[in-house]
Every structure is written in structure tokens, then in C-alpha cells.
């Protein structure tokens, strides 16, 4: 793997290899475009099976962070940190202060937060290393767990998908797959169930799945048999890639729509087998913004109500995309790109205009000063 070309290719601005002997911490930082604000992503902690292959999770999360954050209309870029290691045995005070101090050392070019594998309590402890955290306890004025407002702005992605498969945006009866039985997961479940959809839920964790199915009266599903399950909604809310060659031939499923990060392994191949099979996919970046709404809201005192109202507006996001990819017959993730990319354009356009004025005038004040 050639790692600067891997970096060049999807234009990324930074990346960080962090390292601590002492306290067994690796990390790699992934900052991709700070037009539209500092970055700002999850840390994610996972036991990789390579070096590379956190990399290019690295890489791959930290993209998807910038287009979430310009679709979703907020003033930030996009960023991500891995931390490998094992989530269920690995984690300690030392490591998260050690990452914190990572954090602290790029000086507010990235701000973190958590993600799969970390938590609120893991964040508490990165706090105690910089201020450059988000997703911290509510007791201590932060947003604290981001996935109810995750789950909420999905639930309102997926209704403007049956929207605009079926003219109405009742989710009622309709049958829905869920992978994962997360906490975005069982947030989503609730919704879905209080709705009165029928569930088919599974999990790599039966126990964790059973339980929610219990909970929001659904089936559980091994996890080898959930693509073949005949489902209205396929709602991936796991871990990435799954749908790709193998798996996308058994979907019965008329709509995506989860709360999974880069859910199209190969995303130009995927995205037109989806399209030419007529399955309306939710771009995931777009549908799973929610998190980040939340989390960019504690930058300023977190008023709750103000996220979720944000969330709620991911449904004519939604809306949005599919009438741009209808008009210019492109992919649904092409069209989420498109706008992605000309708001980035359009607002660092404004702020390189405003960049160029503030040096002007400082360098014109230098000058008074030096003539003094």
C-alpha cells in the first residue's frame, strides 16, 4: 500500500500516526477538508486485522465526515480517529488521556467525539487531556450519547424513502431488516415499532439482538440470513461494506436506508448495480447525520430541542437527493455527493474571499505599526 497516494487520493489534508509505548496506544487521526470548519468525527476503537486496513477505515470514515457535515448544512468539516485495540478489554484511563493528548496537539484543527467501540465515559476522560471533545455527559453540559439523535434522523430519512416509493410515508406494517442491535439500533427499533412496523432483527451478538426483538416484538435473524429476508427496508446499522458483490444479489428489499457508515463497498459499482436493480438507497452519510447534528450542537451550549429539530430536517434532505438524482438520472449517492461537494465549493468560496480581506488588513496594521 503506497500510504501518500492511498492520502492524495481522496484529497485528505492530514493524516496523524499517534503512538505510546506506555500506555499501548495506536491511533491513526484522519483529517479530510476544513473548508467549511474544523473537523469534527468519531474515534472509533477496533481490533484491525492490519495496519492498512485501519488506515483506509481512517480514510474512508473521515470523507464520509466531510460530506455529512456539508449536506447536513453545518459549518464543519470532516474528520475520524482509530484507536486500535480491543473495546471489550483494552480500555483504560491512560489510553483516552494518551489520545487526548493527540487531540490537544492539532489545536483545534480536529475535534473528536465518540463512535463504535468508544463512549461517554471514554470521552469524559479524553476531556481531562483538551477541550477539542464533544459527546460528553449531559450531568457536565455536553450532549452526551449522540445515537437517540441519530436513530431519529434515519427514522425520518427512512420515511422520506417510502415517500417517495410509495407516495405515502406511513411505515406501518411495513416489514424492516434491521442489522445491528446497537445503540442506534435499538433507538431506531423503538421508533419503528411504535409506528407499528413489523422487525426482523439480528445481530454478531444473539443475545444483544434477541433482546431488542423481545423488546419491539420482532424476529430475530441469524446474521448469515438477513439479506435473504423478504423486507421492504434493508436498514444496515453495523459495521461498513455490506452490501457488495455477494450480498447484493440476495437483497429483496426496495429501499436502504440505515444508520451504517460507508455501506456500499465499492461506492460507484454499487451505487449503479443498486440503481439499476431500482433499489432507492439512502445515501448513509446523509440519512445518519444525526450524530453529528447533535454533537456540533454541543459546540454551542447544546440545546436539545435545536438538534433534534436539525434531525427532523434530514427527511427533505432525503427528499432532496432523490429529486436531484431523478433530474439528472445519476446514482442516489452521486446526487448526495453533487450537493455535498457545491456547498463546499460555494461557502469556501466566501470564506477564501473573507480569509484574503483579514490578511490584508493585518499586514496593512503591521505596516502602521512598523512606520510608527
Given at each position: 500500500?503506497?500510504?501518500f497516494?492511498e492520502?492524495?487520493?481522496?484529497?485528505?489534508e492530514?493524516?496523524?500516526?499517534?503512538?505510546d509505548k506506555?500506555s499501548k496506544?495506536?491511533?491513526i487521526?484522519?483529517i479530510h477538508?476544513t473548508?467549511?470548519g474544523?473537523?469534527?468525527?468519531?474515534?472509533r476503537m477496533w481490533?484491525y486485522?492490519?495496519d492498512?486496513?485501519a488506515?483506509t477505515?481512517?480514510?474512508?470514515l473521515?470523507?464520509?465526515m466531510?460530506y455529512?457535515?456539508?449536506?447536513?448544512?453545518?459549518?464543519?468539516?470532516?474528520g475520524k480517529?482509530v484507536?486500535?485495540?480491543?473495546?471489550?478489554?483494552?480500555k483504560n484511563?491512560?489510553l483516552?488521556r494518551?489520545?487526548g493528548?493527540f487531540?490537544?496537539?492539532?489545536?483545534?484543527?480536529y475535534?473528536?467525539a465518540?463512535?463504535?467501540g468508544?463512549s461517554?465515559?471514554?470521552?469524559e476522560?479524553?476531556?481531562m487531556?483538551?477541550k477539542y471533545?464533544?459527546g460528553i455527559d449531559?450531568?457536565?453540559g455536553?450532549s452526551g450519547?449522540?445515537?437517540?439523535?441519530?436513530?431519529?434522523g434515519?427514522?425520518q430519512?427512512?420515511?422520506a424513502?417510502?415517500?417517495?416509493l410509495?407516495?405515502?410515508?406511513?411505515?406501518?406494517a411495513?416489514k424492516?431488516a434491521?442489522?445491528?442491535a446497537?445503540?442506534?439500533?435499538?433507538y431506531?427499533?423503538e421508533?419503528?415499532a411504535?409506528e407499528?412496523?413489523?422487525?426482523f432483527?439480528?445481530?454478531?451478538?444473539?443475545?444483544k439482538a434477541?433482546a431488542?426483538?423481545?423488546r419491539?416484538?420482532a424476529?430475530?435473524?441469524?446474521p448469515?440470513?438477513i439479506?435473504?429476508?423478504?423486507?421492504?427496508?434493508?436498514?444496515p446499522?453495523?459495521?461498513g461494506a455490506i452490501v457488495?458483490?455477494?450480498?447484493l444479489?440476495?437483497?429483496?428489499a426496495q429501499?436502504?436506508?440505515?444508520?451504517?457508515n460507508?455501506?456500499?463497498?465499492d461506492?460507484?459499482?454499487?451505487g449503479?448495480m443498486l440503481m439499476?436493480k431500482?433499489i432507492?438507497y439512502?445515501?448513509?452519510?446523509a440519512i445518519n447525520?444525526?450524530?453529528?447534528?447533535?454533537?456540533?450542537n454541543?459546540?454551542?451550549?447544546?440545546?436539545?430541542?435545536r438538534?433534534?429539530?436539525?434531525a427532523?430536517g434530514?427527511?427533505?434532505?432525503?427528499?432532496?437527493?432523490?429529486?436531484?438524482a431523478?433530474?439528472?438520472n445519476i446514482?442516489?449517492?452521486?446526487?448526495?455527493d453533487?450537493?455535498?461537494?457545491?456547498?463546499?465549493?460555494?461557502?469556501?468560496h466566501?470564506?477564501?474571499?473573507?480569509a484574503?480581506?483579514s490578511?490584508?488588513?493585518?499586514r496593512l496594521?503591521?505596516?502602521?505599526?512598523?512606520?510608527g
Amino acid at each position: 500500500m503506497d500510504i501518500f497516494k492511498e492520502i492524495e487520493r481522496r484529497e485528505h489534508e492530514q493524516v496523524v500516526f499517534c503512538s505510546d509505548k506506555q500506555s499501548k496506544f495506536r491511533a491513526i487521526i484522519a483529517i479530510h477538508n476544513t473548508t467549511l470548519g474544523p473537523a469534527l468525527g468519531g474515534a472509533r476503537m477496533w481490533m484491525y486485522a492490519s495496519d492498512q486496513d485501519a488506515l483506509t477505515d481512517a480514510l474512508r470514515l473521515s470523507r464520509g465526515m466531510t460530506y455529512k457535515a456539508a449536506v447536513a448544512g453545518l459549518n464543519l468539516g470532516g474528520g475520524k480517529a482509530v484507536i486500535i485495540g480491543d473495546p471489550n478489554n483494552d480500555k483504560n484511563e491512560a489510553l483516552f488521556r494518551t489520545y487526548g493528548r493527540f487531540v490537544e496537539g492539532l489545536a483545534g484543527r480536529y475535534i473528536t467525539a465518540e463512535d463504535v467501540g468508544t463512549s461517554v465515559q471514554d470521552m469524559e476522560w479524553v476531556r481531562m487531556e483538551t477541550k477539542y471533545v464533544t459527546g460528553i455527559d449531559r450531568a457536565l453540559g455536553g450532549s452526551g450519547d449522540p445515537s437517540p439523535v441519530t436513530a431519529f434522523g434515519v427514522y425520518q430519512g427512512m420515511k422520506a424513502c417510502m415517500k417517495e416509493l410509495t407516495g405515502s410515508e406511513s411505515l406501518k406494517a411495513k416489514k424492516i431488516a434491521v442489522q445491528g442491535a446497537g445503540h442506534v439500533a435499538s433507538y431506531l427499533c423503538e421508533h419503528l415499532a411504535k409506528e407499528g412496523a413489523k422487525l426482523f432483527i439480528t445481530d454478531i451478538y444473539e443475545e444483544k439482538a434477541s433482546a431488542l426483538a423481545a423488546r419491539t416484538k420482532a424476529k430475530y435473524i441469524h446474521p448469515d440470513k438477513i439479506y435473504d429476508v423478504d423486507a421492504d427496508v434493508f436498514c444496515p446499522c453495523a459495521l461498513g461494506a455490506i452490501v457488495n458483490d455477494d450480498t447484493l444479489p440476495r437483497l429483496k428489499a426496495q429501499i436502504i436506508a440505515g444508520g451504517a457508515n460507508n455501506q456500499l463497498k465499492d461506492e460507484k459499482k454499487h451505487g449503479q448495480m443498486l440503481m439499476k436493480k431500482k433499489i432507492l438507497y439512502a445515501p448513509d452519510y446523509a440519512i445518519n447525520a444525526g450524530g453529528l447534528i447533535s454533537v456540533a450542537n454541543e459546540l454551542e451550549g447544546y440545546p436539545h430541542e435545536r438538534a433534534l429539530k436539525q434531525a427532523e430536517g434530514i427527511y427533505d434532505t432525503i427528499r432532496r437527493i432523490f429529486a436531484t438524482a431523478k433530474q439528472e438520472n445519476i446514482p442516489t449517492y452521486e446526487a448526495s455527493d453533487r450537493l455535498a461537494e457545491q456547498r463546499i465549493e460555494s461557502i469556501g468560496h466566501i470564506r477564501n474571499l473573507y480569509a484574503g480581506k483579514s490578511e490584508f488588513v493585518g499586514r496593512l496594521g503591521e505596516l502602521d505599526h512598523m512606520k510608527g
